[in-house]
Nanobody, 122 residues
Framework: QVQLVESGGGLVQAGASLRLSCAPS????????VAWFRQAPGKEREFLAF????????LYGDSVKGRFTISTDMAKTTVDLQMNTLKPEDTAVYYC???????????????RGQGTQVTVSS
């Protein structure tokens, strides 16, 4: 089974930028809908951004609109999350997920990566 692998996390100061990358363990993304989520200790999962690789449709969570950008390359080898003007409250484990659908209870996914830690110091 294909797995997702995230990279690009780390420790940065408030106001800095980071770019996270999500890649399938084999091959490339096809037309999967892919999303980024994060989860901080003691908090619920938070939806960040979504891209439908079949048509380019994008969605963003309210807390990151205008600061985070989701994108893919022409060959669909990765789905990236560009994060600008980071804040201490952005500290969390960030993970990507594929096979994403939206329901009345929120976004659901078929499988996800292990995640990458992002820590923003003040």
């Amino acid at each position: 089974q294909v797995q997702l692998v995230e990279s690009g996390g780390g420790l940065v100061q408030a106001g800095a930028s980071l770019r996270l990358s999500c890649a399938p363990s084999r091959g490339t993304f096809t037309s999967d809908p892919v999303a980024w989520f994060r989860q901080a200790p003691g908090k619920e999962r938070e939806f960040l951004a979504f891209i439908d690789l079949s048509n380019g449709h994008l969605l963003y969570g309210d807390s990151v609109k205008g600061r985070f950008t989701i994108s893919t390359d022409m060959a669909k080898t990765t789905v990236d999350l560009q994060m600008n003007t980071l804040k201490p409250e952005d500290t969390a484990v960030y993970y990507c997920a594929a096979g994403v659908t939206f329901s009345r209870v929120g976004p659901q996914y078929e499988y996800r990566g292990q995640g990458t830690q992002v820590t923003v110091s003040s």
